[in-house]
T-cell receptor, first 113, second 110 residues
Framework: AQSVSQHNHHVILSEAASLELGCNYS??????LFWYVQYPGQHLQLLLK??????LVKGIKGFEAEFIKSKFSFNLRKPSVQWSDTAEYFC???????????FGTGTRLKVLA | DADVTQTPRNRITKTGKRIMLECSQT?????MYWYRQDPGLGLRLIYY???????NKGEISDGYSVSRQAQAKFSLSLESAIPNQTALYFC?????????FGSGTQLSVL
């Protein structure tokens, strides 16, 4: 069965610090990968997605993620975080050709002003 | 108006009661999902439906049932609620590789 691991459960950073959130998945076939963000009191929104092609994908609000197939990883990065990035971040995987989305346990990011 | 609407927004119920959470969408999407969110556990898939005649169990379907009354409506039922079903429940639709979430239903089972 597919699974998604997010090893960082809570991250606290100061503004302007760089961010990297880890995501690993287990699935032997072709996958599509996603990062979603949930701001306090809101529902989840898509940050970025990877289907194929360039393994470095850019999303909204300056976020990017790199797909490394050999490591089954899809880590989220941002060079300089802002206070407004305080949120919970979820990695998700979907087997290519299916429509079943499996989420990781999430990482709560707190950015200190 | 929201594209994916969940009702109620909040519900408190007692152990053993039957409860239904409703979801409707105006996006015209065929695929709909129910997830529950628990602190530290992320989102877990309960049921998903690819059209009105196609309903599938997710990771944690025990204790839940669903009904896809129409393309636009997908309801989640707890036949006999128990306290560990206390959670935030999200309905979602999908298209073009993207999930569209409702605002959630906070359910508390006492």
């Amino acid at each position: 069965a597919q699974s998604v691991s997010q090893h960082n459960h809570h991250v606290i950073l100061s503004e302007a610090a760089s961010l990297e959130l880890g995501c690993n998945y287990s699935y032997g076939g072709t996958v599509n990968l996603f990062w979603y963000v949930q701001y306090p009191g809101q529902h989840l929104q898509l940050l970025l997605k990877y289907f194929s092609g360039d393994p470095l994908v850019k999303g909204i609000k300056g976020f990017e993620a790199e797909f490394i197939k050999s490591k089954f990883s899809f880590n989220l990065r941002k060079p300089s975080v802002q206070w407004s990035d305080t949120a919970e971040y979820f990695c998700a995987v979907r087997s290519s050709g299916t429509y079943k989305y499996i989420f990781g346990t999430g990482t709560r990011l707190k950015v200190l002003a | 108006d929201a594209d994916v609407t969940q009702t109620p927004r909040n519900r408190i119920t007692k152990t053993g009661k039957r409860i239904m959470l409703e979801c409707s969408q105006t996006k015209g999407h065929d695929r709909m999902y129910w997830y529950r969110q628990d602190p530290g556990l992320g989102l877990r898939l309960i049921y998903y439906s690819f059209d009105v005649k196609d309903i599938n169990k997710g990771e944690i379907s025990d204790g839940y049932s669903v009904s896809r009354q129409a393309q636009a409506k997908f309801s989640l039922s707890l036949e006999s609620a128990i306290p560990n079903q206390t959670a935030l429940y999200f309905c979602a639709t999908s298209a073009d590789g993207k999930l569209f979430f409702g605002s959630g239903t906070q359910l508390s089972v006492l």
